[in-house]
């Protein structure tokens, strides 16, 4: 479109107090050729009233200089055929200069975030949203357990068709081998009938949902809106199973040209079958299997006559075969080991309450049920139930560590040691329950055979433990394959009720995700976003880094190796913008070439040493946050510093470094989100990849003659906004005292 830009200051919030309204707006006019005006509160009722009135002069591209790009996003949203650039004036100037402020300085601040804002403005594009040219809203769940079920109804009752697939003859799962379930009223005392059976009857009443039982599902292609699923009868083999796999020595050679992949252009080859099923999204719902326990021999698991799991026991427990004497072991023990079994958490705890209720109850006048543990869990109402059984004088329960199983007599004894008597201790009982672990089904790259140039299963799974690959806390049900959405065992060990609000939430996000589709905008964490990744193909070297590093699978590769977008699957980080090192790829709003010129956009003094300028790019999920949070409580901030949110540090291309460098920019920091065992990046990999890329951007200025230390990346959680200040001012320290980069005036 014909750009008519006016740019606008606000003078509210202490920004008029702190700045130069006057010359910052001349500097607008003069440098940057825009026509700028000034409000004492653009976010009010007259101050919208100015911009909209502008607008009906033909203003088509507002730049507004006032509060964080976080916050007022409504105030400030004059519809989707106008573009709008921020520029922070108040967290991350006024707010940031401590007690006694440079005003000079700070000033320059001002002016610099001003030149970007204008900047962005203009190379800015109106984004049009990716729309499918055919698109199907019906759900596909896999797993006919409580989760599926759930899953299931929970889609139908909100308008949409399901198809249910369970390889087993009937549907219930694993709920169908209970003999009673976790109480879910006042009292919470008393143990219920399982209700397994009335969910089965309504699911399979219901017109909307599918049911396949003894089908598994062959392979999945496609993406959000538009997967492919072949099915296929339980246990047999299918001509659309997952395709060969490539060790890392052969994916080496592959990538070296020196061996034909065998997967080359296969990766939606799925997509021909005539006999596939199109699907709009995936619950995926298939539970868990019981954790092997064998390998602690001194519980005595396979060779120990009446040493079962607690899952074993439940069967036992249903067909009425419940010894008198029992003893539920709920950590390995052993010396010096406080650990629970892998897999455990609250759920394991509840069971070995509920099955200890089981001995009581079939042994009225002589059961004795013995609960060791190293930790005891029991959330929420459970508390009540776990007070109830605290009260059987049958049930005995300790903290103590097991170091021995072994036979007497025609039982079994248990020793253990730093019990809460604070004695060794020996036990006679009938029989040994060990706390099995719930391992989700996903450790099985053949759950869901996935048609992905990454492979058929979930990446990382070994990281994860497991389960769903993504972020955890901010999006509990989603995994790094965009459509896919887990519940239930898949995603953690869960009770009944955990497991029925995953699955109604699951479901609830694969219809957000199909109806964002339909609108052509992103998903989480991105939601609305309308861009899309565009690739000018002509330039492409297929180096394939961009489908390498996408976290989310959204790059396929074509017959001859070229990347092939999947624009539904795309989360909108731009990890394969940073990736790429032709510059090829970029969004309407954010790409290479703007954030390069933002960067030279900066002015940069060249005949003043005490004038450095630092560049900040900075994560908008985690950091940037942190960053305004910081400002707000008035934490004083380097106003050498100059900050550039990012989507994530995974979209950072090298080049932007360089630019600055060359620039006569003096250092660059990244700082983005926390990666590793505790990881929360918003993009899954993103700060991490970023990490990596700046070792080698180090050994580049190392050619050069200038320093590595003048390029950090930091790990930065959105709770470090009273920490954030003090890494970006000892990284300006550093800078000082390195002094100014020789390039500068060059």
């Known amino acids: 479109m014909e750009k008519k830009t006016q740019a606008y200051i606000c003078t509210g919030c202490g920004i008029g107090d702190a700045l130069d309204i006057e010359a910052l707006s001349e500097m607008v006019s003069s440098d940057m050729s825009i026509d700028c005006k000034s409000h004492g509160a653009l976010c009010g009722k007259d101050g919208r009233a100015l911009i909209e009135g502008d607008i009906s002069d033909g203003v088509n591209t507002i730049i507004i200089g006032a509060c964080s790009m976080r916050v007022m996003q409504d105030e400030f949203d004059f519809g989707e055929d106008k573009i709008v650039t921020r520029a922070n004036l108040r967290e991350q100037c006024a707010w940031c200069q401590g007690e006694e ?149 052969e994916k080496d050679l592959i990538e070296k040209g020196e061996m034909e992949d065998p997967n080359a252009g296969k990766n939606d080859y799925m997509m021909d079958n005539p006999d596939a099923v199109t699907f709009g999204g995936v619950v995926l719902a298939t539970g868990w299997i019981p954790a092997d326990v064998s390998e602690y021999e001194h519980l005595g698991y396979g060779k120990l006559n009446n040493v079962v799991t607690n899952a074993e026991f439940e069967k036992l427990a249903k067909e009425g075969k419940v010894p008198a004497k029992v003893a539920f072991i709920q950590s390995p023990g052993g010396a010096e080991n406080d650990e629970d079994f892998p897999y455990c958490n609250s759920v394991t705890s509840m069971v070995a309450l509920k099955q200890a209720k089981y001995v009581r109850e079939d042994n009225p006048d002589n059961g004795q049920a013995y609960i060791l543990y190293q930790h005891m869990r ?78 058929p299963a979930f990446l990382d799974l070994d990281l994860f433990d497991g389960y769903a690959d993504s972020h955890f806390i901010c999006f509990p049900y989603e995994t790094r394959r965009t459509g896919v959405y887990t519940c239930g065992g898949v995603r953690k060990a869960t009770n009944m009720e955990e497991t029925i609000d995953d699955a109604t939430g699951a479901a609830l996000k694969a219809i957000q995700c199909i109806e964002s589709v339909d609108r052509g905008v992103a998903v989480h964490p991105r939601s609305g976003d309308k861009t899309f990744p565009e690739f000018f193909f002509q330039r492409c070297t297929q180096c394939k880094r961009c489908t390498e590093e996408c976290p989310f699978g959204a790059l396929d590769d074509d017959e001859k190796g070229t990347p092939m977008p999947n624009p539904t699957r795309c989360r909108r980080c731009g ?34 040493e005490d004038k450095l300028r630092i560049l900040a790019l900075v994560c908008e999920n985690d950091a940037y946050p942190a960053l305004d949070m910081a400002g707000m409580r008035g934490n004083k901030i380097s106003n050498l510093v100059r900050v550039i949110p990012v989507r994530c540090l995974g979209s950072v291309n090298m080049v932007w470094i360089k630019d600055a460098m060359s620039s006569g920019m003096d250092g660059v920091i990244l700082l983005g989100c926390k990666y590793g065992d505790n990881y929360q990046c918003h993009f899954v990999k993103g700060s991490e990849i970023a990490n990596k890329r700046m070792e080698n951007i180090g050994e580049t200025l190392g050619t050069l003659g200038l320093e590595p230390e003048r390029c950090v990346a930091e790990q930065i959680a959105i709770t470090d906004y009273d920490t954030v200040p003090d890494v970006i001012n000892k990284f300006v320290e550093d800078i000082i005292e390195l002094g100014p980069n020789p390039f500068k005036g060059f």
């Open 101 to 249: 402020p440079d005003a000079e300085y700070v000033q320059e601040l001002a002016s610099d975030n001003m030149r970007m804002a204008c900047v962005k403005a203009e190379k800015q594009e109106i984004p049009e949203a990716f729309k499918l040219e055919k698109l199907t809203k019906d759900i596909l769940v896999m797993g006919g357990g409580i989760a599926g079920l759930t899953a299931a109804k929970e889609a139908s009752l909100a308008g949409y068709s399901v198809t249910l697939v369970e390889k087993a003859a009937v549907l219930g799962g694993k709920a169908l081998g209970w003999r009673k379930q976790f109480p879910t009223k006042a009292p919470w005392s008393d143990l219920e009938n399982p209700t397994v059976a009335d969910m089965v009857k309504e699911v399979e009443s219901d017109s909307n949902i599918t049911v396949k039982t003894e089908t598994e599902v062959a392979r999945i292609a496609g993406a959000p809106g538009a997967f492919k699923a072949s099915f296929k009868a339980a246990g047999s083999t299918s001509e659309w199973d997952a395709p060969a796999k490539v060790g890392v020595d």
């Open 378 to 455: 029991t959330p929420g109402q459970m508390e009540m139930f776990y007070k109830g059984i605290q009260q059987d004088d049958g049930i005995f329960l300790t903290k103590a560590a097991v170091t021995q199983v072994a036979e007497s007599g025609s039982g079994l004894a248990v020793s253990m040691q730093d019990t809460l008597l604070n004695e060794d201790l020996t036990i006679d009982v009938d029989m040994v329950v060990l706390a099995a672990g719930m391992v989700p089904t996903t450790r099985d790259e053949s759950t869901i055979n996935l048609a992905y140039r990454q492979g």
């Open 575 to 608: 990890t394969c913008m940073g990736a790429c090192p032709e510059r090829i790829i970029g969004f309407k709003d954010y790409n290479v070439d703007m954030i390069g010129s933002m960067i030279k956009a900066v002015e940069v003094p060249d005949d003043d």
